[in-house]
């Protein structure tokens, strides 16, 4: 499809406000997430076991250590006792104990039942310690003294201890106690510098496992890209779809094509889908077609966008157009069941005009079907909009679909007159072709008024139409009967004058001239109906029957007439030369006005 396609700053799709993430990139988010969760949790599991081990390791040194500082001691004690210099004694045990630090936390202590320190060897030199502050781990150690002396081993004396440094880092180790030195030998490490191992392997691990998912994720979208081509190509028909809102757009003469192309799809279970919706959008676009050819198109749009029709209504301000075949009884008894032919041919250019296809822009006013009743045709104009909207414009609508239906009508009058030619030359033109000749030479008048009026759904959730009620709706079907008594194709009312010459460029064009004030069968009052005069007229038979001189001749007769001089009135309608003069001459004949003359001509027919 040829419409260009709305991007976010990510490069995704969006339909109105919301983006449309490929499934590609949703299934490999997750999919790399759980290997991140999956190799994360893994190592971190790793790690727990790896630092229980590690600290079994670890003891299992410090015990090995902790043996040779207690052996050491034992003999730098005889040293002692027979040099009689315990501080080198313990110099050289802290020596020993010295060689054996790995880490840099490291530590050897030489500690009293009460506290003090015999001898203490650090590797860290930055923070010395004065004093072994913590007494519960104290405590721990002389418990445990107690309770082998209390069982007979003093010599026996030995365990892990946990305790804190006086900055409160926190240490781990193994102690002895030995009998000769009366001090618990502890060889201990502090805790963090084995976690702080644990962890710098676990952010190596960690790095490691990141940049093999990226590599593995520009790994995973060439595949990913690759395996779902066909929904990319689906998702973006789709969206051109949405779009382009082709189903808005469907008309008479649409072809229903199928909006996902998958010709060159793969024959998996997306393919299948989308064939599928093609089928489903198919049909739902062919059922629609259909439907809007049996009702209004606006109840079409109606279900379509609210999924249901309602029995409502409201009071509209409407121009309500009215057309029928002239004569159209004795057509059917000549014709016969061959009318209906005549009707279609008639109607396919009728409905056209009063609703055209939209992407002419000619129906401004949204104007409608009202219904079609046998060679009658009903327009409404002026949907569009709210009920309180008064737009003039639905009236010029209308008087421009009058006088369009008027020439389309009298183009198929001429063709038919070139047919009758033709059969005249080869010499079959007939009686009896002269009566089908007669039958299809159709003619329409057009009546037109507007107000407000009732529209909406009426009937039952079982059966219900789309149509408009109202006193205008049935005038403008009497003001069309009335161009066959006046022998002009088109009468309006003063609403839709009033509202026509409220449009600059209408007013400009169109002329109305006032025909008479006809008082119709059913009705108290008087109603002024007028002539549209279409100044930009093509057609030169009207041009020459239709003109501004003419029409104001006739005009001044008819204020004469209204007036009651009726003498002065016959004098200007035989100046005029005019089919509707001769109505009037024909009706005051040579009299003069009757006594009370209103000015009003009273119907005795509809």
Not at 111 to 130: R, T
Not at 270 to 291: D, H, K, V
Request: some cysteine; hydrophobic content about 40%.
């Amino acid at each position: 499809m040829s419409a260009s396609v709305e991007k976010n700053f990510l490069g995704f799709q969006k339909s109105g406000k919301t983006t449309i993430v490929p499934i590609s990139i949703k299934i490999l988010t997750v999919f790399v997430l759980l290997i991140l969760i999956s190799c994360l949790t893994t190592n971190f599991i790793t790690l727990v076991f790896t630092q229980r081990q590690t600290i079994s390791l670890t003891n299992e040194l410090l015990v090995y250590q902790l043996s040779d500082l207690y052996s050491n001691a034992s003999n730098q004690f005889q040293i002692s006792m027979y040099s009689q210099n315990e501080e080198d004694s313990l110099n050289s045990v802290k020596n020993a104990a010295k060689r054996d630090f790995s880490k840099p936390h490291s530590i050897a202590i030489g500690l009293k039942s009460d506290g003090d320190m015999l001898f203490i060897v650090q590797q860290d030199k930055v923070d010395p310690w004065d004093a072994f502050t913590d007494t519960e781990a104290l405590g721990k150690l002389n418990e445990s003294y107690k309770n082998a002396v209390a069982e007979g081993n003093p010599e026996r004396v030995e365990g892990s201890i946990i305790f804190k440094s006086p900055a409160g880092e926190e240490y781990m180790g193994v102690y002895k106690y030995h009998e000769d030195w009366n001090c618990f030998l502890i060889r201990a490490e502090m805790r963090s510098d084995t976690r702080g191992e644990l962890y710098r392997i676990y952010l190596k691990i960690i790095g490691i496992i990141l940049i093999l998912t990226i590599g593995f994720v520009f790994v995973g979208i060439s595949v990913l890209k690759l395996l779902f081509s066909s929904i990319r190509t689906f998702t973006n028909d789709v969206y051109e779809l949405h779009k382009n809102q082709q189903l808005e757009k469907l008309g008479d003469s649409t072809q229903v094509t199928a909006p996902i192309d998958i010709s060159g799809a793969s024959n998996d279970d997306i393919t299948y889908l989308a064939a599928n919706f093609n089928s489903l959008y198919m049909n739902t676009a062919n059922l629609r077609n259909i439907f809007q050819k049996f009702v209004s198109k606006n109840v079409v749009d109606q279900a379509y966008n609210d999924r249901r029709v309602e029995l409502k209504g409201e009071q509209r301000q409407l121009t309500i157009l009215f057309t029928d075949i002239k004569n159209f009884t004795n057509r059917t008894e000549v014709l016969g069941n061959e009318i209906i032919r005549l009707l279609n041919i008639h109607y396919n250019s009728i409905i056209g005009i009063i609703q055209p296809d939209e992407d002419r822009g000619e129906n401004r006013s949204k104007a409608f079907i009202g219904s079609l009743i046998g060679d009658a045709v009903l327009g409404v104009f002026g949907i569009n909009g709210s009920k309180d909207d008064v737009d003039p414009q639905k009236s010029v609508d209308a008087v421009s679909c009058a006088w369009k239906m008027t020439r389309k009508t009298k183009l198929f009058r001429q063709k038919m007159d070139e047919r009758k030619k033709e059969l005249e030359n080869i010499g079959r033109f007939n009686a009896q072709a002269r009566q089908v000749y007669e039958a299809v030479k159709i003619d329409i008048g057009v009546g037109i008024d507007g107000g407000e009026v009732f529209y909406g759904n009426i009937g039952s959730n079982r059966y219900m139409a789309n149509t408009v009620i109202g006193d205008n709706v049935n005038s403008a079907s009497r003001i069309e009967g009335l161009t066959r008594f006046y022998k002009v194709p088109i009468l309006v009312s003063s609403y839709v004058r009033d509202e026509v010459m409220k449009v600059p460029a209408a007013a400009e064009r169109y002329k109305f001239y006032e025909v008479d004030t006809v008082q119709v069968k059913g009705k108290q009052v008087g109603k002024k109906i007028y002539f549209p005069l279409d100044t930009m007229q093509e057609d030169e038979d009207y041009a020459r029957e239709f003109t501004e001189e003419k029409f104001e001749i006739f005009e001044e007769g008819l204020k004469a007439y209204y007036d009651g001089d009726w003498k002065t009135a016959r004098s200007k309608w035989k100046k005029c030369d005019m089919t509707v003069a001769q109505v009037f001459l024909d009706r005051i004949g040579l009299k003069n006005a009757p006594a009370g003359w209103s000015g009003i001509w009273i119907m005795s027919t509809k």
